[in-house]
Every structure is written in C-alpha cells, then in structure tokens.
C-alpha cells in the first residue's frame, strides 16, 4: 500500500494536535509529533500520512487541500514507497519509558532494558508505538489495571501494543482488530517478538468482526468519529462491569464522548489527559 506524506507548517503544537485531529476525520493514519524545525522559517511541522486511495477517493483531495488553505497551513506533498519505512523508522525512533520506567517500548535494533513489561515495536506505517500521547495514555491507564484471566478486545490495533500490553498483563484472551492490511502484518509480526501469539489473535476487519462476541475489557485508541460511530457495537461487546477505554481524541471532545457513551450505557470512571489529548474510562453498569 502507498502512502502519501503532507508535511505541514504549524506554528505551534497546540496548533498541531488540531491539525492531526480534523485531518484523522479525513482517512489520515500516521502522524509524527510536533518537530520545532519545520520547512519554513520560524516554524514547526507535523507530518501526516494518508493512504493513497483514501486521499483519492471521492472528494477527499479536494477537501484535505481546502482545509490546509482555509487554516493558512502551508505544506508540503510526496508519495511515499512502503519498503522505505523501515529506515526511516529507524532514524527516528527511540525508546520510551512509562511509569517510571515499568513499561519500556524499544525496537529490536535498540539494547533491551529489563524492565517489568518490555514490549518490543517494530514500527512500520501503523500508528502506536508509545510515543504519541494517546498512546501513552491507554498504556498509563492500562498499567493501574488488573487483566488476569481477562477477554480483551484492542479495536483499531495498529502495531498491536496496546494487545502486546494486555496479554503481558494476564489477559487470557486478545483479538486484536484492524482494517487496515499494513497494520494487521506489523501486528502479527510484533506478537511473535513478544512471545504472545498464543493470546493475541490479529483479525483484518471492522466493527463487524466483532458481532456476537462478549469482552471483560474493550480498549480502542482510535479517533473521534469513529467512537461515535460505533459506540453501541462497543457497549453490546462489554460484559456488564467491563471496561471500555477509548482514547484518540482532544481534550475539547471529552463531552461529545461521554455524551454517547452514557447513551449506550457506559459510565465514565477517569478521564486523562496528556499535551491536548484525552482518555476515557467507561464502565458498563
């Protein structure tokens, strides 16, 4: 699959997270942080990742581009070769440690630390690899949770490391589900580095995978409207006092969450934030 790269001109990274934001409602996928040295003087940048086909289908083109120009956002666009991003990875990432350094998130080319859950990423063009804020967040909250003998459900599973996570953690049973092709290979291969592919089930599909099946926890770090969308297959998954943690949206869309949440059910016990971002923890009752 082909990506295409806007590299865009912010002037700040509150600016930014809202760039990331309204352009993940147009089929973006990957996002780099905020980089303070952007390709015009005296700003920044995000990069932003988009399918080929996504960004061709319908309008989208036509309404990405209105957006960045109606916001005043210079950018810049390039197609992208998916055998590339190995390397590119590579040069940038680094490992990070949450809570006080009980979780640790490395690459297989980085040393390996020892720490109480190692989880080992190997970052290709599906998003989650710690670093991002809602990311972080999920893996925050999931840390001060007890998942022994759990079912659990990563919805939107990306590289798989929120799954990867829960499974470390005692979780029993994991499908760990995504639409995208790209994602669900990167997610298999990095349940095999973590020695978890007796757990962890990839599944390459929607909501719809999900019909009929019951979990004690659902986690989905995936974007606002998507929550919304499909908020009532989430709460019909969840066992009655299960868990729902959602993350993957801004702090200014907290009560749009919980709005529809409550509608099908769910109950907020915490929400987190972290550089604009937020995640919520719904219970059903």
Known sequence: MNYIEYNINVPNPEVGEIVVAELADMGFESFSDYLPDGFMPGAGSVKCYVPAAAEAEGANHTRIQNFLYNEGHPYERQEIEPQNWNAEWESHFEPIEIMGGSCYIRAPFHPAKGAEYEIVIMPKMSFGTGHHATT?????????????????LDMGSGTGILAILAARRGAVVVDAVDIDEWAYENCLENIQANGVQTVVCPVLGDVSAIKGKVYDYILANINRNILLADMAEYAAALRRGGL????????LDV?????????????????????????????KA
Not at 136 to 152: C, K, W
Not at 244 to 251: A, D
Not at 272 to 282: E, H, K, L, S, V
């Open 244 to 251: 729902l943690l959602v993350s993957g949206i801004l702090e």
């Open 136 to 152: 972080y967040l999920m893996v925050e909250q999931m840390l001060a949770l007890d998942f022994g003998g759990a079912s659990v």
């Open 255 to 283: 009560d749009t969450v919980i709005g529809r949440a409550r509608k099908q059910g769910l109950e907020q016990t915490a929400v987190n934030t972290r550089d604009g971002w937020a995640q919520i923890t719904f219970q």
